[in-house]
């Protein structure tokens, strides 16, 4: 059974950091892409970074931020996150697939989610 499966989101200060962690089951994360994206109430779920076994990209309000990895060995994928902003409070989900169809929001799996709330 395939899964992704996201923690480590959490209530944190502006300024502070996170570390969300992406969990796969049931495939092999070296195999696709992976892709973290966000939705904030009232808007549209937004890509926030992806990573392939060659290259990374990055939304323009997070780059510098926030930064995208993988482990192999352990199957999981990481979003660091610095300098949280309140603007980044959202739910943010990861995904797996193919590098260019993540930029548009098209994935073949997708994990449940996990609340990110930055207070000012």
């Known amino acids: 059974q395939v899964q992704l499966e996201e923690s480590g989101g959490g209530l944190v200060q502006a300024g502070g950091s996170l570390r969300l962690s992406c969990a796969a089951s049931g495939f092999i994360v070296r195999d696709k892409a992976a892709g973290w994206y966000r939705q904030a109430p009232g808007k549209l779920r937004e890509l926030v970074a992806r990573i392939s076994n060659s290259d990374t990209d990055y939304a323009d309000s997070v780059k510098g931020r926030f930064t995208i990895s993988r482990d192999n060995a352990k199957n999981t994928v990481y979003l660091q996150m610095n300098s949280l902003r309140p603007e980044d409070t959202a739910v943010y989900y990861c995904?797996?697939?193919?590098?260019?169809?993540?930029?548009?929001?098209?994935?073949?799996?997708w994990g449940q989610g996990t609340q990110v709330t930055v207070s000012s």
């Open positions: 995904a797996a697939g193919a590098f260019p169809a993540l930029r548009v929001g098209v994935a073949d799996y």
